[in-house]
């Protein structure tokens, strides 16, 4: 499914060749961290083309956010791709068997969505191809994050590396550039910068198991790090709760 704000740039209408600034991909789950990197994003001046994937995940609600936040930010468009990983499970997110974790734990934990990063970097790469953009902003953190190994710097520069081989940009010698913004920030840190640039956080929906209106479960790993992260900005949470 598309929905695009504004009318979609045709494959290979780049930036470059038209004058105009130049544009982004931005990975938009809907959650706080995505939503930074939009506006960190347009605050660069870029035109940004956003994407959000229908993936089998638990709460519809987070991709009624991203359209909002999109919305809300004034990008140029705004895609959602589904991909059903659910098919092949392995994860509390996609799989209804696997009890979201609540006390949190040691190691990955099953919050993990095996090769997820992998694949929607995949597909942004060939958007960014198809819209002429050159830069793709991803969300991924190493500092207040859950232990993903996807969300990791060697993980990025793998990707990069990928990007420049497997491309007609990277072959022709313009690879498009995977921009992490928020890699070395805490959460705290993230909120303050989003609060900077007047995103409104009350849009965004960051829950593993938010329920149909997108209120939180208030006890999740990413519901606990996003009040933490509020609470050591000194800022007050937007955030909705089931009770």
Do not use: W
Not at 101 to 117: F, H, K, L, S
Not at 208 to 227: F, H, K, T, V
């Amino acid at each position: 499914m598309t929905t695009d704000q504004q009318q979609p740039v045709e494959a290979g209408d780049t930036a470059a060749a038209s004058g105009a600034a130049e544009r982004a991909v931005v990975l938009l789950s809907g959650g706080l961290d995505s939503a930074t990197c939009l506006a960190m994003a347009r605050a660069e001046g870029f035109r940004c083309h956003t994407i959000a994937f229908d993936y089998g995940q638990r709460t519809r609600s987070e991709l009624q956010a991203a359209e909002r936040v999109s919305a809300a930010l004034g990008a140029d468009s705004h895609r959602v791709i589904e991909l059903g990983m659910g098919g092949i499970g392995g994860s509390a997110l996609t799989d209804h068997a696997i009890d979201v974790p609540e006390n949190g734990g040691e190691g990955i934990p099953v919050t993990y969505v095996p090769a997820r990063n992998t694949v929607f970097l995949s597909l942004a790469l060939g958007l960014a191809e198809v819209v002429g953009a050159d830069a793709i902003f991803i969300g991924v953190n190493a500092v207040d994050y859950s232990g993903y190994p996807d969300c990791r710097p060697e993980f990025i520069d793998a990707f990069q590396h990928l990007a420049g081989l497997a491309t007609k940009a990277g072959v022709e010698g313009h690879p498009v550039r995977i921009s992490t913004p928020l890699m070395a920030l805490s959460k705290a840190e993230i909120i303050r910068r989003g609060t900077e640039l007047g995103l409104d956080y009350s849009l965004t929906v960051s829950c593993y198991q938010a329920d149909a209106e997108g209120r939180a479960c208030g006890r999740c790993d990413s519901c606990r790090l996003r009040r933490e992260g509020f609470e050591q900005a000194l800022i007050k949470d937007p955030t909705i709760y089931q009770s």
